[in-house]
Nanobody, 125 residues
Framework: QVQLVESGGGLVQPGGSLRLSCAAS????????MSWYRQAPEKKRELVAV????????NYVDSVKGRFTISRDNARNTVYLQMNSLKPEDTAVYYC??????????????????WGPGTQVTVSS
């Protein structure tokens, strides 16, 4: 069965960096776009970044452009989110997600069918 397990969250000061990882199993990883979502307290879950199956195309929500980078290693079945210049408003639970369809074009309207349990990121001084 599909399993997605995030790691790398924690407490960081404003301006700091974190790298999140998501280990995937149970499906042909290299065929699917992968994404990172986040959900802050009392807010809706939002799609933050998406990367296509071969890693050549990525898209980001405006609020993280220039600060976050999504990448993947298909040999390790892992997707990453490098987060730099973190702000308090980046505080949220971060989830990785698998695209519903194979070989998608990785837009911010991508549909997803599985999510991991999430990892907490807290940006605070």
């Amino acid at each position: 069965q599909v399993q997605l397990v995030e790691s790398g969250g924690g407490l960081v000061q404003p301006g700091g960096s974190l790298r999140l990882s998501c280990a995937a199993s149970g499906f042909p990883f290299s065929r699917y776009s992968m994404s990172w979502y986040r959900q802050a307290p009392e807010k809706k879950r939002e799609l933050v970044a998406v990367i296509n199956n071969n890693g050549r195309t990525a898209n980001y929500v405006d609020s993280v452009k220039g600060r976050f980078t999504i990448s993947r290693d298909n040999a390790r079945n892992t997707v990453y989110l490098q987060m730099n210049s973190l702000k308090p408003e980046d505080t949220a639970v971060y989830y990785c997600a698998k695209a519903r369809l194979q070989f998608g074009v990785a837009t911010l309207r991508e549909s997803h069918d599985f999510w991991g349990p999430g990892t907490q990121v807290t940006v605070s001084s």
